[in-house]
């Protein structure tokens, strides 16, 4: 095991002993992403399209992309 | 902008969710922190079973959350797309109805488990996902996901 392993193993095991409550508190964030946020309600008929449209519309930085 | 997806609110979605015997889990990166995946996200990502039925009791719950979708939206949901991304509700939420790399709802259902109340997919199936999608942003996580997965096997 790399020291980069056991690193994240130490954060496993820390949350581990938190509850599922303070887990999802120190989890779920909220900062604006632009086009995506900007409209209520979006839909797509296939996952391919939606694809499409993330690396045709958004910021190459939102890494909704395959390539940067 | 809502604010972040709380505890209290997966446990209202599992609650309403129940009340109209929607088909769901939750997958993507909301899922794996559900399992103990101690990273950071922005919206809940649900995998829902893509039927006429299960798309009208998604709506049912969706209404009774407080997501004000409107009749054309409901349809759309009711009929099945393969993505559905809701921004004007209580949370930010994206309906999943055909993720990458899981070929059927039931399979994934099959290997599933629950946190709390909280119907996850399987961390195999979390993964499979991500590297099906390929994305910038899953390439990154996949990494510390997958020690996550050999951490979480053994401790679970």
Same mark, same amino acid.
């Given at each position: ?18 509850? !599922? ?46 390539? !940067? | ?13 599992? =609650? ?11 997958? #993507? ?23 006429? =039925? &299960?798309?009208?009791? %998604? ?9 004000? %979708? ?5 349809? =759309?949901?009711?009929? #099945? ?20 790399? %899981?070929?059927?709802?039931? #399979? ?8 709390? #109340? ?15 999608? &390929? ?19 053994? &401790?679970?």
């Amino acid at each position: 095991m790399n020291s980069q392993q056991k690193e994240w193993n130490l954060d496993f095991q820390a949350a581990a002993k938190r509850s !599922l409550k303070e887990r999802m508190r120190y989890s779920f964030i909220k900062t604006y992403k632009p086009v995506l946020d900007d409209v209520p309600y979006r839909s797509f008929d296939t996952m391919a399209e939606y694809r499409k449209w993330c690396e045709q519309n958004l910021p190459n930085w939102l890494g909704y992309g395959r390539s !940067l | 902008m809502a604010a972040p997806f709380s505890y209290e609110q997966a446990q209202r979605i599992a =609650e309403v969710f129940s009340k109209y015997s929607v088909r769901y889990l939750f997958i #993507g990166k909301s899922g794996a922190i559900i399992l103990g995946f101690p990273d950071t996200t922005q919206d809940a990502d649900l995998f829902v079973k893509k039927s006429t =039925e &299960n798309g009208q009791a %998604i709506v049912s719950a969706l209404l009774d959350l407080g997501f004000p %979708i409107t009749n054309a939206q409901q349809k =759309e949901i009711e009929r #099945g797309k393969d993505f559905v991304q809701l921004r004007s509700g209580p949370f930010d939420l994206d309906l999943i109805f055909a993720p990458d790399g %899981i070929e059927t709802f039931e #399979g994934a259902e099959s290997r599933s488990l629950k946190v709390q #109340g909280l119907p996850v997919c399987h961390i195999d199936d979390i993964i499979q996902s991500k590297e099906a999608t &390929n994305r910038v942003k899953d390439r990154e996580s996949l990494p510390r996901l997958k020690a996550f997965r050999e951490w979480w096997l053994i &401790n679970h």
